[in-house]
């Protein structure tokens, strides 16, 4: 087998900005477009590792935020790593933990060096700063790991032209700050909703030599629209290269516009969530699982999945596990949502590839 | 492969009352002696049925009273039954509804026709009768179903006579009620506390021509010296050719002590009731996983086993999911309490199996 440098990115095929590549790491190679499923306290919600390889992710997210305030990131450390804590021996990715810090800790106090926050869980004053996310998300050890950045509410312009500047000094701050050769570190572009902010921010962000990028505070406000126009815009300035991270994205429609506007990497709660609300995602729209139209259907979540839930169990089984409220449906629909999701990008990937050998052949 | 007719008993190996052998069943055949985890409404809490193959389980239990209230019988039987409904292809025993009536059920109604019962659900009036349960257990399809029987408090001779005694009447009414051909129907017997009444009703049962037996009434308040005095007497009486199953019975003490005493089949809700409970079934004892002890220990559960759980993930990790209020951590907790009982049955039947090899040899 050929050995391929870690962090390597490889293109394959190209459609429009669309690309499908392969993202080398050090614990596997993530075939790109790729849906990370998110683990946020280092536990992809009611699956395990094992079901989350059946379900064919190669790519999960964990919360930096989570896993400093418990169970600690020295104590992951101590303990092997966050790969060995939580059994997945596939690749990471861990978010710098300035997302949460804006919106789940309470009295928030930011200034240029840093954030200091009261914990959501016991009330304990915590600072975070760029070199504080760095060394946390050294000690977990996951394979890309991401810049410190302050996300703005989309629309106020003030607060983005200094989010954004804070951004950019965090970043430069946090490559300086990276001492593991095993983890990739990414950059992130702020600038809410504003063409000039982003554009400088894509920029700035792109000089840094970082070995990938993401975009962030998106998904969080703004019109479909405006997302796929700064998404459009913001890769169009990022170097071609290297992979592109859209974070926080994850419903089908959002998925298929990002692939096509050039974007390596999602990440979404959404699956996961969505199922322990009875909710299942299927190619054709949402269905409430816990509706009494299902109590006799003996029929599959979605007839075209191949996933374990829709492979073994009916429509009226599930709806019976909602209505008895056992765990497992929340298992068997986090199965299938997530499988969905990986289906979604899978073929939009094939379809990148398979445009590509067309072209080949008729060239 | 040499086919066995459903439901034969093959007694392999004996070591004193002791019994290692095979029972056939429609859906596979089950190593005896065997511990069935429980999946009272149709799913053994928190996990899939494949995990529960990986963790070894050869047969399931499944509740009547639970089913026929929620979703109801004549549904899952419209689906092609309990074992497409549960995504379970291997053997299924179904109890009679008639412990959870006595346990569960409010303001019961007993004659000798059955029972009447305010459902726990909805607080709807339901009736169970000996013919009623095995029409319901026929709708569920399980391959062992149980006669219809009253579990009386151990202590009150005055209701132990008259509860057995319904009890016989009602599992001549379930013999002669069963139809189906691909289900094994077992007689109970019961008695409470009293050896005289334990006698008189494991003869009648053992002389109605059920394919299986089972002892109910124990695990129910009364003394370990009593529950293996009386489990001693009735194996003594029941026929050696065919199955004996004690119900409800299944700390690992229990099982060892009942293997022993010529008991084949149990079944418990013990390990993942437990396992919810963040506790740890070993070989040495149970540990609360919650204990701040754990929070920093690299060590599995326990060091010798082999399950899922112990193979991938420290007790520190445990704790954390449990700290974190993360449904794995019952699930992990199930796979491994599980696997403890299925491997303590499983080195049981070896030693039994070991013992008549080695006693042929010094023949």
Redesign the interface.
């Known amino acids: 087998m050929k050995q391929t440098k870690p962090f390597a990115f490889e293109i394959l095929a190209r459609k429009g900005k669309a690309r499908a590549g392969i993202f080398h790491t050090p614990h596997g190679s993530i075939p790109t477009p790729v849906f990370a499923p998110v683990g946020t306290?280092?536990?992809v919600?009611?699956?395990?590792?094992?079901?989350l390889q059946e379900v064919g992710a190669s790519l999960i997210l964990s919360n930096t935020y989570?896993l400093f305030l418990?169970?600690g990131d020295e104590?992951v450390a101590?303990?092997?790593g966050l790969h060995k804590?939580?059994?997945w021996s596939g690749p990471i990715l861990t978010d710098s933990g300035g997302f949460q810090v804006f919106s789940l800790a309470q009295m928030r106090k930011i200034d240029d060096d840093g954030v200091s926050f009261k914990s959501h869980i016991d009330g304990s004053i915590q600072r975070l700063t760029p070199e504080r996310s760095i060394k946390i998300q050294e000690n977990l050890g996951a394979d890309i790991i991401m810049a410190f950045d302050e996300c703005a509410e989309p629309y106020d312009r003030r607060y983005n032209e200094q989010a954004m500047r804070r951004t950019h000094t965090w970043a430069e701050r946090c490559r300086d700050t990276k001492t593991r050769h095993d983890q990739s570190l990414f950059g992130i572009v702020q600038g809410g909703v504003f063409p000039d902010l982003r554009e400088q921010s894509a920029s700035f962000i792109s000089s840094l030599d970082f070995s990938g990028h993401a975009i962030g505070g998106l998904s969080v406000g703004e019109t479909k629209a405006e997302m796929r126009e700064i998404v459009n815009q913001v890769t169009d300035i990022l170097p071609e290269d290297k992979p592109r991270y859209l974070m926080g994205v994850g419903t089908p429609a959002d998925i298929l516009s990002g692939v096509e506007l050039g974007i390596d990497i999602f990440d979404c709660v959404l699956p996961t969530r969505l199922a322990r609300h009875h909710a299942a995602m299927t190619t054709t729209g949402r269905l409430n699982m816990m509706n009494a139209a299902f109590?006799?259907d003996?029929e599959p979540i979605d007839a075209s999945c191949k996933c374990?839930t829709c492979r073994?169990?009916?429509r009226?089984?599930l709806r019976?596990?909602i209505?008895?409220r056992?765990?497992?449906a929340?298992?068997?629909l986090s199965i299938h949502n997530i499988h969905t999701l990986i289906r979604t990008i899978t073929s939009l990937r094939d379809e990148i590839l398979q445009y590509q050998q067309t072209a080949r052949k008729t060239r």
Do not use: I, V
Request: charged residues 15%.
């Open positions: 306290q280092a536990t919600k009611s699956l395990t590792p094992k079901q989570h418990r169970p104590l101590s303990l092997g804590f939580m059994g109590s006799k003996n374990y073994n169990f009916s009226a089984y019976h596990l209505t008895a056992e765990m497992l929340a298992s068997l």
